[in-house]
């Protein structure tokens, strides 16, 4: 077994940005000549999450509609209380999606379907770089 990392550096513009990221993950992926493995995408920071979805404007805006109605961005959150900022929700809704998702590499390809890509959600209430880490085991 051998392990490969690599990185993915990303832009964001803040809370309800959704980054596709699957051409860059299957680069690495492509670059290293893997043929058959596991992809493992982890965003370390406790506001941003990696997901999975069928990457089309009309469910950006139902995600972001979704996760205002169960974490309000303007409620009133004890984590405020503790740092005077305003990100209680980009914790919660980071934390309720996840840092990582593991993918499965056959053949040379990303094991996903049709219609699903492997997208970073931006949790944070304001612009922030991300950078990645992507390890591949083989």
Known sequence: ?????????????????????????????????????LLCLFVPGSTAAITTIEFEPGLQKDINLFLEKIIPRNAHYHHHDTWHDDNGSSHLRASMIGPSITVPIVDGTLTLGT????????????????????QIVY
């Open 1 to 37: 077994m051998a392990v490969i990392t690599g990185y993915i550096s990303i832009a964001t513009q803040g809370q309800g940005d959704i980054i596709d990221i699957t051409l860059d993950a299957q680069k690495i992926v492509t670059r290293n000549k893997i043929q058959d493995g």
């Open 115 to 134: 219609w699903q890509q492997i997208v970073v959600i931006e949790c944070d209430t304001r612009k922030r770089n991300r950078k990645i880490v992507a």
